[in-house]
């Protein structure tokens, strides 16, 4: 392998997408958004009538991304990480953002209600730095900043230079 594997979650409208993507372009690595990747594979098993969205059917993601993930050079994005193999990945990077920030996105992205209340909570209670935690060896999971643009040229500039370091160790 000659690029790690790199998980980045959190709550919806931290930033994932726009991080990931640029870090692809930057690092010569393969994106994934799962949401993307699932939609166009349909790997649902079903639709929660109360969020008004599809259930994931994670064995099948799974299936889907096992060859890609052995190859290494991977960037995956998704909000949930629980069900990833913790092999996957050299690192895992939760993106936490300040809520009046993530209340305006998510309710710019046409989030109401409970959907947008429940991905609020979830972002105060820090549901998904905790679910990393237990997920994966906590050496390899770091908490990112993701209210601003200059948040995002840094983390961009840290994962760019944690990149090159495990490409000079790894090779």
């Known amino acids: 392998m000659r690029r790690p594997n790199i998980l980045l979650t959190g709550t919806p409208g931290v930033g994932k997408t726009t991080l990931g993507k640029e870090l692809a372009s930057r690092a ?3 994106y994934i958004n ?5 939609k166009e594979g349909e790997l649902y098993e079903g639709f929660d009538e109360e969020y008004g969205c599809p259930i994931l059917d994670e064995d099948r993601v ?3 991304l096992e060859d890609k993930m052995s190859e290494g050079g991977v960037i995956v994005d998704y909000h949930g990480c629980d069900f990833f193999p913790e092999r996957w990945f050299h690192i895992v990077f939760v993106l936490r953002t300040e809520n ?4 305006d ?7 109401k209600g409970k959907k947008l209340q429940d991905n609020i909570q979830c972002e105060i209670f820090q ?3 905790e679910e990393a935690m237990l997920s994966y060896r906590e050496e390899i999971v770091h908490q990112l900043p993701s209210n601003a643009p200059e948040d995002l040229e840094r983390n961009l500039d840290q994962i760019m230079q944690w990149i090159e ?3 000079k160790d790894n090779n």
């Open 28 to 30: 010569g690595m393969t």
């Open 34 to 38: 799962v949401g993307d990747m699932a």
């Open 62 to 64: 799974i299936d889907e």
């Open 100 to 103: 009046a920030v993530l209340y």
């Open 105 to 111: 996105r998510l309710e710019s992205r046409g989030y």
């Open 127 to 129: 549901t998904l730095y």
């Open 165 to 167: 370091q495990w490409m």
